[in-house]
């Protein structure tokens, strides 16, 4: 996702037993899968899953639109960039996916406002973000957002990601290196980043991230105590 490598997978959930017994190539990739799962993995799950090599150990794929962020990512990055994705593209296992998640939502996880908390709260893989849905999302002090908030946050994140359109050349990796960055994307950020400021109660521009992660704190005490 963020490279923009292809990767590919043989996705046999809808496989019948006598496709893949005809298949030459897909029953020599399921047998070889049953005997790495019972005799080489160290993990009891893995081994059970032996019994079943044709599906994936973990199935989480969703039957629509989804939004993907990365499990790690660069702290040099200002924001932790993900993308949606069409159900056809399958998941891979360093993805945290969002079934049906919003252009409003992707606002959110875009913003200064999010890449502030988790850099506060998230696990660490070397220097960089490792994003736990647990700690990271589950626990995000989420504001509250009524009609017209929801409707100034999508048409804001809807121009970041029209922005990104214009570089039909570059991945997510060239878009969101600091050095790289174009300026209309950058202005784009900066935008959606002044409207969820607004929707959290900080109507003045912000230049820190003590003054958001402050905000971010007192919002999560309310909820705690809600």
Known sequence: MLHGDDRWCLWLVDATPRELRSSTVLHKRVEAVAEWRRTISKTLSVQRAATTPALFTQRRQPTARYLAMPEVSSSAREYVPGRFFEPEVIAGNKLIVLPGAEVWLFGLLHSAMWNTWMKAV?????????????????????????????????????????????????????????????????????LLDRVVDDIYGHFAKIEDSETRLALLIERYKVLADS
């Open 122 to 190: 998230s696990g660490r893989l070397k220097s960089d973000i490792s994003f736990s849905p647990g700690i990271g999302y589950f626990a995000f002090p989420f504001p509250d957002l009524e009609a017209g908030a929801l409707q100034d946050l999508t048409v804001v994140a809807q121009r970041v990601l029209d922005a990104r359109e214009s570089y039909t050349d570059s991945t997510l990796a060239d878009l969101y290196d600091p050095l790289t960055m174009p300026e209309d994307l950058r202005r784009s950020h900066q």
